[in-house]
């Protein structure tokens, strides 16, 4: 399965939201199934990003969002302006590369220190 930069932006802003650091949710975004959600919340789990739950049983792939991590937090600070994030992405196209994960942290970066004018 391929990693959605879209979706994990998604899985992300909705993990922000958990109040409790002990809750678990099983996000829906549209247009994605329940098991291309579960592996993008396994793959911000093994990044660090998040704190998930493999909640997995016979035959079945699913995994829950907890907690944001200190990563995951700062990760969420830099995507949460929707234009910063579209900028970022367009950086990273125009470089002719898949959007890897540094790649595009870095472009966020980018696009933040202009803004503040650093």
Same mark, same amino acid.
């Given at each position: 399965?391929?990693?959605?930069?879209?979706?994990?932006?998604?899985?992300? &802003? *909705?993990?922000?939201?958990?109040?409790?650091?002990?809750? %678990?949710?099983?996000?829906?975004? !549209?247009?994605?199934?329940?098991?291309?959600?579960?592996?993008?919340?396994? %793959?911000?789990?093994?990044?660090? %990003?998040?704190?998930?739950?493999?909640?997995? *049983?016979?035959?079945?792939?699913?995994?829950?969002?907890?907690? &944001?991590?200190? *990563?995951?937090?700062?990760?969420?600070?830099?995507? !949460?302006?929707?234009?910063?994030? !579209?900028?970022?992405?367009? &950086?990273?196209? !125009?470089?002719?590369?898949?959007?890897?994960?540094? &790649?595009?942290?870095?472009? %966020?970066?980018?696009?933040?220190?202009?803004?503040?004018?650093?």
């Amino acid at each position: 399965m391929e990693r959605n930069m879209e979706l994990i932006r998604k899985v992300m &802003l *909705a993990a922000e939201k958990i109040e409790d650091p002990y809750d %678990l949710i099983d996000p829906k975004v !549209k247009g994605h199934s329940e098991t291309e959600i579960s592996y993008h919340i396994a %793959l911000l789990d093994d990044a660090g %990003l998040l704190k998930g739950q493999d909640r997995s *049983a016979i035959g079945v792939f699913r995994w829950s969002a907890g907690a &944001l991590t200190w *990563a995951g937090q700062e990760f969420v600070a830099a995507i !949460k302006d929707e234009s910063a994030w !579209k900028e970022a992405i367009a &950086l990273t196209e !125009k470089s002719g590369a898949s959007a890897s994960f540094e &790649l595009l942290s870095k472009a %966020l970066k980018q696009v933040h220190e202009k803004r503040a004018g650093l």
